[in-house]
Nanobody, 126 residues
């Protein structure tokens, strides 16, 4: 049974940084992708960043390029999301997601992922 557990959310000021972590367990696929999504109140869930675990290729939403970095955390069998220069628009519930992937493309759609964590809340105030 795949389980994803997020941590690291919190309340920060504009321009500050946060690092989210996601620890995965129970995944038996040799090639899979992991991603971070976010959902703000009243808005749809959107892909933020994604990574192919077998080769480390990444993809980012335009809104976070240059500010967020997704990386593998092999020690914790998971993935991290370093978020710098945070803006109020980044405030949302952040979810970790995972699933098998071919690696031909880097998935960023909600429908690409079948396993989800419960989320961690990020609030950025001005």
């Amino acid at each position: 049974q795949v389980q994803l557990v997020e941590s690291g959310g919190g309340s920060v000021q504009v321009g500050e940084s946060l690092r989210l972590s996601c620890v995965a367990s129970g995944f038996t696929e040799s090639q899979y992708c992991m991603a971070w999504f976010r959902q703000a109140p009243g808005k749809e869930r959107e892909g933020v960043a994604s990574i192919v675990t077998v080769d480390g290729r990444t993809a980012y939403a335009d809104s976070v390029k240059g500010r967020f970095t997704i990386s593998l955390d092999s020690a914790k069998n998971g993935v991290s999301l370093q978020m710098d220069s945070l803006k109020p628009a980044d405030s949302a519930m952040y979810y970790c997601a995972s699933d098998w992937c071919t690696g031909v493309s880097i998935p960023m759609k909600e429908s690409d992922f079948g396993y989800w964590g419960h989320g961690t809340l990020v609030r950025v105030s001005s």
